[in-house]
């Protein structure tokens, strides 16, 4: 029973990524006067095997293995589903020797149909044979997996984005390190404070002042002052100052129901 | 030689010619309109959501790389979604301006990781289980989500047409990003020598395997701990 219930859901799932991730893909190649959707990664990928249909297809076939391993291990599929397998194999469905790749590979609406078939079987033969793995096994990967997950959450991943920050200039330094302590201070982990911080220092150093970068530091703004009230940090920061809560501020927070302890 | 030279670079010109005109003339229909732009990523998105919801239910069908998923797999087991939620949406946010700033939107954070990890993760940490327990729901949820990213792209597009050509450190972003998966592959393998030493075994020999082969230390970790496991099993509480 859930294994029809799994496999009508695939269908799904499969038949709708795989229509948007082919049709993306063949718009790619139109950008940027017509929006895209996939990566640059995929656009060089896809150029590179340049409408040879085994190229593609033998591709795509390398990466559906590591996929395999990481569906049947962890039961997600890794991104190179919808990066890499759907899209070489839309492609190697069209592709033929002496067919322009105008026709083919840069055309979404061809892509987008050869790649709802191919999303459909990858993702149901996926799913299928990672669901027949025995509970107990499926136990043993999820109890070897979250340790190491709690590991790369912290302090793993705040570690390297923010060397990758210090690395990538004095303002992305600055502004990464600030965000970042700020955020491991309100938010538990340093990363999405270190991600906006590159955001908003590139931003900067490539752009100038703008329009753009000023609303973006004023929405960085916003949304620290926000996830530090409705965690309570003001009126945590407070206490450890030892400056003590204004009863206002109290019955605000109780108002809004936003934490405190 | 010159002449050829000179044949093939105008066979080039005219063709670079025709296919730009080509895409002139078919910006127009439904399949390189900016209007159906929101389509295109509500359908993804309403796949990707209803994927996690799988793996919500199921433990199967996830559309992301271990890595995340392990982010969001460490709240469900009740570690807290702050991280989870934190780094989606932020790659969320950032992929949204850098889409529609190059004209490519990257699927992987935006779709794969923002709607598919972060906005879940968002979800369950107010425990709002709902849109990821039920299919239809999921898929509903997810395709609503698409819209609105989509509408927000085309909506910057306009906005901020030929003003600026910066990727906001995308590319600064992605670097750390791959290199913290990379970690993943160690992390798991010191994980089971935790676990056992028949699973630790495992997964080093896995790892090892794999890493010969050229494919993800990480998978092959898991799948050494999981084959040890079959016969040395440990208990899970």
């Given at each position: 029973m859930t294994l029809t219930l799994i496999l009508i859901e695939s269908i799904i799932i499969g038949g709708l990524v795989g229509f948007a991730a082919g049709a993306g893909a063949a718009r790619m190649f139109h950008a940027p006067?017509?929006?895209?959707?996939?990566?640059?990664?995929?656009?060089?990928?896809?150029?590179?095997?340049?409408?040879?249909?085994?190229?593609?297809?033998?591709?795509?076939?390398?990466?559906?293995?590591?996929?395999?391993?990481?569906?049947?291990?962890?039961?997600?599929?890794?991104?190179?589903?919808?990066?890499?397998?759907?899209?070489?194999?839309?492609a190697a469905v069209w592709c033929r020797k002496g067919k322009p790749i105008e026709t083919t590979l840069h055309n979404?609406?061809?892509?987008?149909?050869?790649?709802?078939?191919?999303?459909?079987?990858?993702?149901?033969?996926?799913?299928?044979?990672?669901?027949?793995?025995?509970?107990?096994?499926?136990?043993?990967?999820?109890?070897?997996?979250?340790?190491?997950?709690?590991?790369?959450?912290?302090?793993?991943?705040?570690?390297?984005?923010?060397?990758?920050?210090?690395?990538?200039?004095?303002?992305?330094?600055?502004?990464?390190?600030?965000?970042?302590?700020?955020?491991?201070?309100?938010?538990?982990?340093?990363?999405?404070?270190?991600?906006?911080g590159i955001l908003i220092g590139k931003g900067v150093d490539e752009n100038g002042w703008g329009r753009l970068t000023t609303t973006l530091f004023v929405s960085v703004i916003i949304l620290f002052v926000l996830s530090g009230f409705f965690r309570g940090f003001d009126l945590t920061l407070l206490q450890q100052f030892k400056l003590g809560v204004p009863g206002w501020l109290q019955g605000l927070h109780q108002m809004m129901g936003a934490g405190g302890k | 030689m010159d002449e050829m030279n000179e044949k093939h670079s105008e066979e080039v010109k005219s063709h670079i010619d025709s296919t730009s005109n080509e895409s002139q003339n078919a910006e127009k229909g439904f399949w390189f309109a900016d209007w159906s732009f929101p389509i295109f990523v509500s359908l993804i998105s309403a796949g990707v959501f209803a994927g996690t919801h799988m793996y919500y239910v199921y433990h199967v069908g996830a559309f992301n790389e271990v890595a995340v998923i392990a982010l969001l797999q460490a709240g469900i087991a009740g570690g807290g979604f702050g991280a989870a939620a934190a780094f989606g949406t932020s790659f969320l946010f950032a992929r949204i301006l850098e889409g529609s700033l190059v004209g490519i939107l990257d699927l992987g954070g935006s779709i794969l990781t923002g709607l598919g990890v972060g906005i879940p993760a968002l979800m369950l940490a107010v425990n709002f289980k709902l849109p990821l327990e039920n299919f239809p729901l999921a898929l509903i949820t997810g395709s609503i989500l698409g819209l609105v990213v989509g509408y927000i792209i085309i909506g910057i597009r306009k906005f901020t047409v030929g003003s600026s050509n910066s990727t906001f450190g995308a590319d600064v972003m992605m670097g750390a990003g791959?290199?913290?998966?990379?970690?993943?592959?160690?992390?798991?393998?010191?994980?089971?020598?935790?676990?056992?030493?028949?699973?630790?075994?495992?997964?080093?020999?896995?790892?090892?395997?794999?890493?010969?082969?050229?494919?993800?230390?990480?998978?092959?970790a898991i799948l050494g701990a999981m084959v040890l496991g079959i016969f040395f099993p440990i208990g899970i509480k």
């Amino acid at each position: 029973m859930t294994l029809t219930l799994i496999l009508i859901e695939s269908i799904i799932i499969g038949g709708l990524v795989g229509f948007a991730a082919g049709a993306g893909a063949a718009r790619m190649f139109h950008a940027p006067t017509v929006q895209g959707m996939g990566s640059f990664r995929t656009l060089g990928e896809l150029n590179a095997c340049a409408g040879d249909s085994a190229s593609h297809f033998s591709f795509g076939l390398g990466f559906f293995f590591n996929a395999w391993a990481s569906a049947v291990g962890a039961g997600t599929f890794s991104q190179d589903v919808s990066h890499r397998i759907i899209p070489n194999w839309a492609a190697a469905v069209w592709c033929r020797k002496g067919k322009p790749i105008e026709t083919t590979l840069h055309n979404p609406k061809k892509m987008a149909i050869s790649g709802m078939v191919v999303g459909i079987i990858v993702v149901s033969f996926l799913n299928l044979t990672s669901a027949a793995i025995p509970q107990s096994l499926q136990a043993i990967a999820i109890k070897v997996l979250v340790p190491a997950a709690n590991l790369l959450i912290n302090p793993v991943m705040p570690v390297l984005f923010w060397l990758a920050a210090l690395d990538a200039g004095k303002r992305t330094g600055v502004y990464g390190t600030i965000f970042g302590g700020l955020a491991h201070l309100i938010m538990g982990n340093a990363v999405p404070g270190v991600v906006l911080g590159i955001l908003i220092g590139k931003g900067v150093d490539e752009n100038g002042w703008g329009r753009l970068t000023t609303t973006l530091f004023v929405s960085v703004i916003i949304l620290f002052v926000l996830s530090g009230f409705f965690r309570g940090f003001d009126l945590t920061l407070l206490q450890q100052f030892k400056l003590g809560v204004p009863g206002w501020l109290q019955g605000l927070h109780q108002m809004m129901g936003a934490g405190g302890k | 030689m010159d002449e050829m030279n000179e044949k093939h670079s105008e066979e080039v010109k005219s063709h670079i010619d025709s296919t730009s005109n080509e895409s002139q003339n078919a910006e127009k229909g439904f399949w390189f309109a900016d209007w159906s732009f929101p389509i295109f990523v509500s359908l993804i998105s309403a796949g990707v959501f209803a994927g996690t919801h799988m793996y919500y239910v199921y433990h199967v069908g996830a559309f992301n790389e271990v890595a995340v998923i392990a982010l969001l797999q460490a709240g469900i087991a009740g570690g807290g979604f702050g991280a989870a939620a934190a780094f989606g949406t932020s790659f969320l946010f950032a992929r949204i301006l850098e889409g529609s700033l190059v004209g490519i939107l990257d699927l992987g954070g935006s779709i794969l990781t923002g709607l598919g990890v972060g906005i879940p993760a968002l979800m369950l940490a107010v425990n709002f289980k709902l849109p990821l327990e039920n299919f239809p729901l999921a898929l509903i949820t997810g395709s609503i989500l698409g819209l609105v990213v989509g509408y927000i792209i085309i909506g910057i597009r306009k906005f901020t047409v030929g003003s600026s050509n910066s990727t906001f450190g995308a590319d600064v972003m992605m670097g750390a990003g791959n290199l913290s998966g990379k970690f993943l592959g160690p992390l798991i393998v010191l994980s089971a020598c935790s676990a056992s030493i028949p699973i630790g075994f495992g997964s080093i020999t896995g790892a090892a395997i794999f890493y010969f082969w050229k494919k993800p230390v990480a998978g092959g970790a898991i799948l050494g701990a999981m084959v040890l496991g079959i016969f040395f099993p440990i208990g899970i509480k």
